[in-house]
Nanobody
Framework: EVQLVESGGGLVQAGGSLRLSCAASGFTFDDYVIGWFRQAPGREREGVSCISCKDGSTYYADSVKGRFTISSDNAKNTVYLQMNSLKPEDTAVYYC??????????????????WGVGTQVTVSS
């Protein structure tokens, strides 16, 4: 059974940091791309970042470039999203997703096959 379990969300003040984790199981981790998406109330789901577990290639949306860092620990089948200099507009439910993608970077949600249930990130001003 494929599982993606996010953790690390919470409440933080603007300028603070959080590290999200996505623990994966049930598929060959090295063959997949793991992406982070977020969805704020009343807004569409937005691609934030992704990483190829095969070669380590990374992608960041312009809105988080320079503030967020994605990394993977293939030995633990886990992907991390280090979020620094957080802003109130980063408030959202953050989801991790896994997919075997053909085009780089896979920025759209339909390019992913498996999803976690999400973790809430709230940034207060």
């Amino acid at each position: 059974e494929v599982q993606l379990v996010e953790s690390g969300g919470g409440l933080v003040q603007a300028g603070g940091s959080l590290r999200l984790s996505c623990a994966a199981s049930g598929f060959t981790f090295d063959d997949y791309v793991i992406g982070w998406f977020r969805q704020a109330p009343g807004r569409e789901r937005e691609g934030v970042s992704c990483i190829s577990c095969k070669d380590g290639s990374t992608y960041y949306a312009d809105s988080v470039k320079g503030r967020f860092t994605i990394s993977s620990d293939n030995a633990k089948n886990t992907v991390y999203l280090q979020m620094n200099s957080l802003k109130p507009e980063d408030t959202a439910v953050y989801y991790c997703a896994a997919g075997v993608v053909l085009w780089w970077p896979p920025r759209q949600s339909y390019e992913y096959d498996y999803w976690g249930v999400g973790t809430q990130v709230t940034v207060s001003s």
